[in-house]
């Protein structure tokens, strides 16, 4: 299959799939996980909506018996894996970065993709695997363990007890001055050179503590999102296949992204309301569009898997979902916390994308 023009939509996509990742995890600290994973895919129900009904003529040109009829049972559940893909951000960046998050999550979807290529399933048409695909996919994988690596030797490791108490002592410690207080009168100021002097005296934070357990937790949950973001691909392109219309797969998968969403929503509220006011005064402007990736992912696994060989479609996604993770994770962008790139970070980033590239050539 030729490549052509659309291939810049999943180098977009790719990108907005880290901005989606940063503005979800603030959502999620400000309102809750759940509450931040119903934001995001409530905002995609409309512009999907949309598309159905300037597509399709309101539905005139679907042909809802035979697709009805057709359909795998599988082709419907699409929607399914975008919630858990963004609670899985929600829970993992904070833990282990968003470029570590990231970078798991497109060796698992490179993997499920080999495997889906190879059977057949899922809607992607069976080939067989071949040596430079293999070869390319190792590569991946020894990325993302270089890119670990890089980040266990600035994370502190503990078991779970030696964790919770680590987090103690820090929280204490924040709430204990260390410096000379200064009272402050109508008459006095407070000495800005002194202010200065101290904060250049202060010695660099530590890093957080987390759990041997909780950071395996993280990792293993980075993995089967990956994989399950790749698996939408295939349901979402074989259900447009058989109702003649990208654009109603991509409403189904918004509507029945919409279900979990609000049940755990709901569960969450129950437990502990959501502050509104609270949200809508601490929540930065740019969170809002979030939701209009999701959209844009599922727009774009339901209608180019028809023009672009899916390892060069996965291949563009997944290269910039790198890139883009490890800009953001480099320059705190959006609120993230820094993690400066290293040469064993660049490293392996490098041998990532090189693997994807081999994989999208070499196929």
């Not at 998968?253 to 809508?280: D, G, L, Q, W």
Request: net charge neutral.
């Amino acid at each position: 299959m030729a490549v052509d023009w659309t291939i810049i939509f999943p180098l977009i996509v790719g990108g907005l799939i880290t901005f989606q990742g940063a503005t979800s995890t603030v959502l999620g600290r400000i309102g809750g996980p759940a509450f931040a994973t119903w934001f995001v895919f409530t905002v995609s129900i409309l512009p999907a909506l949309i598309l159905f009904l300037v597509e399709t003529k309101a539905g005139a040109t679907v042909n809802f018996a035979q697709g009805a009829a057709n359909a795998p049972w599988f082709s419907y559940f699409g929607g399914f894996m975008g919630p858990f893909v963004v609670w899985s951000v929600l829970t993992c960046v904070p833990e282990i970065g968003v470029n570590l998050c990231f970078s798991i999550q497109v060796s698992a979807q490179l993997f499920n993709a080999l495997l889906s290529q190879h059977f057949g399933i899922i809607g992607v048409v069976k080939r067989d695997t071949s040596v430079g695909m293999i070869v390319g996919f190792t590569m991946t994988v020894a990325g993302v363990v270089v890119i670990l690596i890089a980040r266990l030797r600035s994370t502190q490791l503990v078991p779970v007890k030696d964790a919770e108490s680590s987090t103690r002592s820090i929280n204490a410690s924040e709430s204990t001055p260390e410096s000379i207080e200064f009272l402050a009168t109508d008459d006095s100021v407070v000495p800005d050179s002194l202010e200065k002097e101290h904060r250049q005296n202060e010695a660099p934070p530590k890093p957080a503590a987390i759990s041997l357990l909780r950071y395996g937790f993280c990792i293993l949950i980075s993995v089967l999102s990956g994989m399950g973001e790749s698996m939408q691909a295939g349901m979402n392109s074989t259900l447009g296949m058989h109702y003649g219309s990208a654009g109603f797969a991509t409403l189904i998968v918004a509507c029945v992204s919409f279900v979990p969403c609000s049940i755990a929503f709901a569960i969450e509220y129950v437990r502990r309301p959501t502050n509104f006011r609270k949200f809508r005064a601490e929540t930065p402007w740019w969170c809002y569009p979030c939701g209009f990736v999701g959209f844009a992912v599922a727009t774009m696994f339901s209608y180019l898997p028809q023009r672009l060989d899916s390892s060069v479609l996965m291949g563009a996604f997944v290269c910039a979902q790198v890139l883009s993770s490890l800009a953001a994770d480099h320059f705190g962008w959006m609120e993230l916390a820094v993690s400066r790139v290293t040469i064993m970070k660049a490293f392996g980033a490098t041998l990532l994308i090189g693997g994807v590239i081999v994989m999208s050539v070499l196929n």
